[in-house]
């Protein structure tokens, strides 16, 4: 129904149930400031008559349109919680209206959108989110926002990604250790907690840095056993049960560094995995595949040596090698490749970055190898996996 088509009654039952319950004049007035925050807004307004029509229909006893316009005034003049009301001019139609500064419309919809794509949070999670993103536009405005289509995946059943992300902060600024569990899916879908190293599930790590890599928010943290420690990243939405401990976190020499190369850090990894070296590579790139370049790198990647007919170029990025990494090169299909360095007079167009300036041709040679050396281990696997016979040092 849109906001043309509501009656007094409509309006009056779309109100929180608590207006007007005191039937005072302060309660008529805060009835009025919410009449207009949820049925007005810059295009849409109500006339002092049909707000009192409405509060009538709660209480069973009409005001005044003079005790409502005398409220509509004194709203407008106060502007609480930054109300902006406009008052129509001696004879214009239109009634009075609340500029909302909050939120546009076209805002209200991106982040209802972004909730409704969000993966790790539940389907009851999303709707209180949405209804709330909802609620910073009128009911007209409401109306405007188209939803994006969604897959018919199911949520997960259970998340306490924002709890994990609220405590862990806590953690961090207290100074402590979090304690959590962390729990997996087996093949019958049903979630269990992993065992700890203590032969528990409750896990007790000093909590670094949030991160958001690939469409998920981890917490990367400092875990002690197994000995003698070592970097951790928890996906948020497979933590459960997080609380602040009452041990001190760690505040080791290994801690602080990973503290302040957490950025650093997160642009070299693929879904926060990498094996902890980084390593400076060439990238041959067709133009068809240039937009997932710049999607991954982002858009100060820099393509050098592009060939005359506009077909291909190559970019040079740092990356630790994974897993994850080599996914995404042979994802493209051989739109992006890793490169071999041609020589010296080759690298001067990539030179503006430091991390080429710093490096030998022989250290440049030796990451690629050490590149293909790992795809190449990652694709025997997966072809024995498959039961395909590959031979030996083909590429």
């Given amino acids: 129904m849109s906001r043309d088509e509501l009656t ?3 309006m009056e039952g779309m109100l929180s149930e608590s207006a007007c319950s005191t039937r005072t004049g ?3 007035t805060l009835a009025v400031m919410d009449i207009l925050r949820a049925f007005t807004d810059g295009d849409h307004g109500l006339t002092a008559r049909e707000i009192a029509s409405v509060i009538g229909a709660r209480t069973g006893r009409e005001p005044s349109e003079g005790a409502v316009l005398s409220d509509l005034h004194e709203i407008a003049a106060n502007r609480p919680l930054g109300m902006e009301v406009i008052i129509p001019a001696r004879g214009e139609s239109g009634g009075f209206r609340s500029k909302r500064s909050a939120l ?6 991106l982040l209802v959108n972004m909730v409704r794509t969000c993966k790790f949070v539940t389907a009851a999670q999303r709707s209180e989110l949405c209804e709330a993103v909802y609620e910073t536009v009128s009911i007209a405005q409401q109306d405007m926002i ?4 969604t897959d018919d995946r199911e949520a997960p059943r259970s998340s306490d990604a924002f709890e994990a992300a609220d405590v862990s902060l806590r953690a961090m600024e207290m100074g402590r250790m979090l304690r959590f569990s962390y729990v997996d899916w087996g093949l019958d879908g049903v979630e269990r907690p992993l065992a700890s190293p203590d032969g528990t599930t409750a896990f007790e790590e000093t909590p670094i840095s949030l991160v958001y890599s690939f469409g998920n928010y ?3 943290t400092w875990a002690d056993f197994p000995a003698p420690g070592r970097r951790m990243a928890r996906r948020l939405d497979r933590m459960r049960h997080p609380e602040v401990s009452p041990r001190r976190a760690r505040n080791t020499k290994e801690v602080r560094d990973l503290g302040r190369t957490v950025r650093e850090r997160t642009e070299q990894t693929f879904d926060m995995w990498g094996d902890g070296i980084p390593r400076t590579l060439f990238l041959r790139i067709d133009s068809s595949a240039a937009r997932y370049a710049f999607d991954r790198f982002g ?3 820099r393509i050098r040596h592009v060939a005359e007919d506009g077909s291909h170029g190559y970019a040079c990025v740092t990356v630790q090698l994974a897993p994850t990494f080599y996914r995404w090169v042979v994802g ?3 739109g992006i490749t890793i490169a071999r360095p041609q020589g010296p007079g080759w690298l001067v167009p990539f030179w503006e970055d430091a991390t080429i300036a710093e490096k030998s041709l022989e250290e440049l040679e030796e990451d690629y190898r050490a590149a293909i050396s ?4 990652l694709m025997s696997a997966c072809a024995k996996a498959h039961g395909i016979e590959r031979e030996e040092g083909m590429r």
Avoid at 104 to 109: C, D, N
Avoid at 146 to 149: I, K, L, M, P, Y
Wanted: aromatic letters at 4%.
């Fill in 8 to 10: 007094p009654e409509d």
């Fill in 26 to 28: 302060k309660s008529r």
């Fill in 104 to 109: 546009t419309v076209a805002q209200a919809r």
């Fill in 146 to 149: 188209a939803g994006v289509c």
């Fill in 218 to 220: 981890y917490l990367e």
């Fill in 299 to 301: 858009h100060g990647l």
């Fill in 332 to 334: 493209m299909g051989g």
């Fill in 374 to 377: 790992g795809l190449e281990k």
